[in-house]
Nanobody, 123 residues
Framework: QVQLVESGGGLVQSGGSLKLSCAAS????????IGWFRQGPGKEREGVSC????????YYADSVKGRFTISRDNTKNTVYLQMNSLKSEDTANYYC????????????????WGKGTPVTVSS
C-alpha cells in the first residue's frame, strides 16, 4: 500500500538547518509529484515546496525561497527538504504528500499524506 513517512524534524536554533526526509513506498516515486506542506500552531496548512514527476521541476513558497531546497532520490524512493537559515516562523508540523504539483502549492491536488514530523525553531 502507499505509504509516506517523514523524518528529520527536531529542535533547532534560529539560523540553523535541518534536512527532512520523506520515504515513499508502494508506488514508483518518479511517477508522482511530492510536496511538502506545514501547519504551524494556530495556523492553516500551507504549501512549502513541491517537486514534479518526470522533469523534477520545483516550486517554492515565497516565504522559503532561497532558504529551502527540495530534491528527490528515486533510487532510495525518498524526497528531501533541506532547510537553511531557519526562522521562528518556520516552526510547524511538516508533512509530505503525493500528487500533482502546482505553482500555487495547492494541497487539494494531493491524495496520500504522511503523518508529519515536527520542527521547532527557537529564537
Amino acid at each position: 500500500q502507499v505509504q509516506l513517512v517523514e523524518s528529520g524534524g527536531g529542535l533547532v536554533q534560529s539560523g540553523g538547518s535541518l534536512k527532512l526526509s520523506c520515504a515513499a513506498s508502494g508506488f514508483p516515486l518518479d511517477d508522482y509529484g511530492i510536496g511538502w506542506f506545514r501547519q504551524g500552531p494556530g495556523k492553516e496548512r500551507e504549501g512549502v515546496s513541491c517537486i514534479r514527476s518526470g522533469d523534477g521541476g520545483t516550486y517554492y513558497a515565497d516565504s522559503v525561497k532561497g532558504r529551502f531546497t527540495i530534491s528527490r532520490d528515486n533510487t532510495k524512493n525518498t524526497v528531501y527538504l533541506q532547510m537553511n537559515s531557519l526562522k521562528s516562523e518556520d516552526t510547524a508540523n511538516y508533512y509530505c504528500a503525493r500528487g500533482l504539483c502546482s505553482v500555487h502549492l495547492d494541497y487539494h491536488g494531493m491524495d496520500y499524506w504522511g503523518k508529519g514530523t515536527p520542527v521547532t525553531v527557537s529564537s
